[in-house]
């Protein structure tokens, strides 16, 4: 097994071991993320010089016995709305070409703290609004399965370079699924902590109520690792939660999945499911039975609602979060003759189709006459989502589900835009509700990854993750796609 082939837990036992240093290991991520990217278009940038300095420096530190953590060495990436100091963040958009970030996101920092080393960005849907990262000012991002194929999105640069081997770990940002769908539909592992659980401070924002960041790795044990250095309270987001100690598991976690209640909610398992994905979560649920888990169907009356509450809320928090990129304030500036016109051709210019119409659609509901039909009547509705969820973990502990209604499709296959929302049929309700949740892999569909998505409860992301570590076991190694190099 080569060192691209490694997880971050063993990368990082590697180190402590001395049985290779973070230069050697940086070194040939480095060398595969140029020859893979080239052929998926995962990364944007990849950081050569600055990341074989920070690995030199982990290196020093672990010969003078002061490594500051056992990600000390460890390469990641960063999706390209994450603020890194001194390197570009264009979250894949020409208004913010050439931007240049003046300091680190909070997440960032603290994995500088624990002496990660940046390998690099990855792309992304502009502006996170996507479900496939085609409407990159980079290009598309291609699926390492079959490159022929979208890897999902808006995090699907992350997800692909993770899937490729071209990096253990990468940072994404989870609006709508953005983390999950693309780790559903490369093979890998993507964690949407709860809301307010990892600072959003320095994540160029898209839908403030909505966004979290978190991982994507290529195990469950690795998005833990990940997410233990990134999260906590942080002054600079308003919403941050003060943590209490609950990262140890309940004792009857530890025994496989004994007694552990799984709901399955029958809202998402309908006769219009794709049959194959269907099957394998099914038999991912059966597995956990087998494993000692109690499964129960359960409803989610208003699941049938999450989308269109989603997209009546997110595009009213876009129009706000974007009104600051007029080329007066922030973003790149296109000269009219006027300040109207030069308001008009700097957006018009710097803004893609989908961040328009979605801008357009968040100030339409907003406006006077249509607040109350729109925006009030979809925070009323998502107060009626959340109390699904509050009464379904009454009865059950976790809920079970699809990641995705589909597997990967190809490039440019889904031109409108409505069938392009439904790829996010079964991630939104997370957004809107608060909660954790985690897609792994649970099988391969026509040799495309079906992922199989876990929720808890506001701040039961160990659980979460427990669970999904203990079927990830009884399951096996995944593997990786085909290689790229032929």
């Known amino acids: 097994m080569g060192l691209s082939e490694l997880t971050v837990e063993r990368i990082s036992r590697g180190l402590k071991a001395g049985e290779f240093g973070s230069e050697e290991t940086v070194r040939e991520f480095l060398r595969l993320a140029e020859i893979r990217s080239a052929k998926t278009g995962s990364f944007v940038e990849i950081y050569g010089q600055s990341a074989l300095e920070e690995a ?254 989603y997209y009546v809320l997110m595009p009213a928090e876009v129009s706000a979060n974007l009104a600051r990129f007029d080329g007066v304030r922030y973003g790149n500036r296109a000269e009219a003759d006027d300040l109207v016109g030069t308001y008009r051709r700097t957006r018009g210019q710097g803004f893609g189709v989908e961040v328009r119409r979605r801008i357009m659609v968040g100030n339409y509901v907003l406006s006077s006459g249509y607040y109350g039909d729109y925006y009030r009547k979809a925070q009323q509705v998502r107060r009626l989502i959340v109390g699904d969820f509050r009464l379904a973990f009454g009865k059950c502990d976790l809920i079970l589900s699809p990641t995705a209604p589909s597997v990967a499709w190809k490039l440019g296959g889904k031109a409108d835009s409505m069938s392009m929302y439904l790829a996010d049929i079964f991630t939104v309700s997370a957004n809107v509700a608060g909660l954790p949740g985690i897609s792994l892999p649970c099988g391969l569909s026509n040799g495309l990854p079906v992922g199989l998505q876990i929720l808890g409860p506001h701040f039961s992301d160990g659980n979460v993750l427990a669970a999904a570590h203990a079927y990830e076991q009884a399951r096996g190694p995944f593997g990786f796609p085909p290689p790229l190099e032929g």
């Open 56 to 309: 030199r420096a982990s290196d020093e530190r672990r010969r003078q016995g002061k490594a500051l953590s056992d990600l000390d060495g460890v390469p990641v990436a960063l999706k390209d709305n994450l603020l890194l100091a001194g390197k570009r963040a264009e979250a894949a958009s020409a208004i913010l070409r050439g931007y240049v970030s003046a300091y680190d996101a909070t997440a960032v920092r603290r994995l500088r703290e624990a002496g990660a080393v940046f390998l690099g960005r990855t792309n992304m849907d502009e502006f996170a609004m996507g479900s496939s990262t085609e409407t990159s000012i980079h290009g598309p991002t291609r699926n390492p399965w079959d490159t022929e194929r979208v890897p999902g999105g808006s995090s699907g640069g992350s997800a692909a370079a993770v899937a490729e081997g071209s990096v253990p770990a990468a940072l994404g940002s989870d609006t709508g699924g953005s983390i999950r769908q693309p780790a559903a539909m490369c093979g890998a592992v993507g964690l949407k902590p709860t809301y307010g659980r990892v600072s959003r401070y320095g994540l160029i924002a898209m839908a403030s109520s909505l966004d979290q960041i978190g991982p994507l790795t290529r195990t469950v044990g690795d998005a833990a690792i990940i997410l233990k250095a990134i999260e906590g309270w942080d002054g600079a987001d308003s919403n941050s939660v003060r943590l209490k100690p609950e990262w140890a598991v309940p004792e009857r976690w530890t025994d496989g999945l004994k007694g552990v209640r799984i709901g399955l909610p029958k809202e998402y398992f309908s006769s219009e499911l794709d049959p194959d994905i269907r099957g394998l979560v099914m038999a991912a649920a059966a597995k956990m039975e087998g494993m000692g888990a109690e499964l129960t169907e359960i409803d989610l009356p208003h699941a049938k609602y999450a989308l269109s509450v």
